[in-house]
């Protein structure tokens, strides 16, 4: 698990009808322990009714700001909609440090951002570190239902007007035909267009992309980029959810041995091939990293020194990663009979 302490709210403002920005107030003695790059997300823990929850946010805020995460109310939402409705300044809530592998990567002078929704939560971050702290230009698509619940809107707007010779917006609306801006989905069509802007100054293979939003479109548009010729390494993408997990179904049978290593102790289990990695620990008691158990936030990482398993999933390490030994705990299946996993050296 990640660790977590203790921290007052600050602020609440509410960005929309449906959304909110919830920012912490950090200890000094905590403060190092707080520090994080844009793109990172922090975890929250809280009772709701008797039920430990946790959830993860993304962190919006740059980072000489109070940290900040956006919080939109999901249809069903246990924790969104407590924090939506039920927090007030000054509670006390259970918040982990930050992790999280979404972050600006590589050198290239030119940062394109694909949002969709409150996708655009680490995308914000993102955007702040990139105008106020380097000479880098950013194009950004961002595709809402309608002007109305279109999260951090007037930041956006501001941020525009300060930055008009590096900072370069286009809006897609999806429910109503808003003047001068686009209606529609974006889709693995229409992507090339989109990234069309009247300013262009960037050549697409060239610049950096980073896609948050559903899975669906994610999917589809990294595969569409990727096909245009755009390289893997320079397109970045995070989901909030997927729907990867239920899909986990391993053709090995029989047990396997596996031993573990976190925090400096090992301990070795008993456990059947049929378990992902990561509930084999926790089954035993053993305190492996691990956030969404969906393949999608990288919590889990270990590195796999003896043995071999199988990830049917993977949005998070690289192919070379993977050739190092990483591995997601909770997207690993073991083939062979016995499994050395290290948490400690990833
Ligand atoms: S716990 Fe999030 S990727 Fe495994």
């Not at 000489?64 to 069903?76: A, I």
């Not at 300044?89 to 972050?103: M, Q």
């Not at 590589?106 to 680490?122: D, F, K, M, V, Y």
């Amino acid at each position: 698990m990640a660790n977590f302490h203790n921290l007052n709210i600050k602020k609440i403002v509410r960005e929309t009808a449906d959304s909110v920005v919830i920012s912490f107030e950090i200890p000094t003695e905590l403060l190092t322990k707080y520090e994080y790059s844009a793109g990172q997300y922090i975890s929250l823990m809280l009772d709701i009714d008797g039920v430990e929850t946790i959830r993860d946010y993304s962190i919006c805020s740059h980072i000489d700001e109070d940290l900040s995460v956006g919080v939109k109310k999901l249809k069903n939402g246990l924790m969104s909609s407590f924090l939506n409705s039920s927090i007030k300044v000054g509670d006390s809530i259970k918040v982990s440090e930050p992790r999280g592998r979404f972050t600006i990567q590589g050198n290239l002078n030119c940062i394109i951002a694909i949002a969709a929704g409150s996708g655009i939560t680490p995308i914000m971050s993102m955007l702040k570190q990139v105008l106020l702290n380097t000479d880098k230009n950013f194009y950004l698509v961002y595709s809402n239902k309608s002007e109305k619940t279109t999260m951090f809107l007037s930041q956006i707007k501001e941020l525009k007007n300060q930055f008009q010779s590096r900072f370069f917006v286009k809006f897609v609306f999806t429910s109503k035909d808003v003047a001068s801006h686009h209606f529609g989905r974006i889709t693995e069509t229409n992507i090339f267009d989109m990234l069309k802007f009247p300013e262009n100054k960037f050549k697409l293979l060239q610049s950096s992309i980073y896609i948050c939003g559903p899975e669906k479109m994610i999917d589809n548009i990294s595969l569409s980029l990727e096909k245009g010729g755009l390289l893997k390494e320079n397109i970045s993408y995070e989901l909030f959810s997927s729907s990867k997990k239920d899909n986990l179904v391993s053709s090995e049978s029989g047990d396997v041995l596996v031993t573990f290593t976190v925090d400096d102790f090992t301990s070795k289990v008993k456990s059947s091939k049929k378990k992902t990695i990561l509930d084999t620990a926790l089954d035993n008691d053993i305190d492996a990293p691990y956030s969404c158990n969906g393949g999608v936030c990288g919590s889990c990482i270990g590195k796999l020194t003896k043995g071999e398993v199988k990830m049917l999933n993977n949005t998070v390490l690289t192919e070379s990663e993977i050739e190092d030994g990483l591995i997601l705990a909770c997207q690993a299946l073991a083939v062979s009979d016995e499994l050395d996993i290290d948490f400690d050296d990833v």
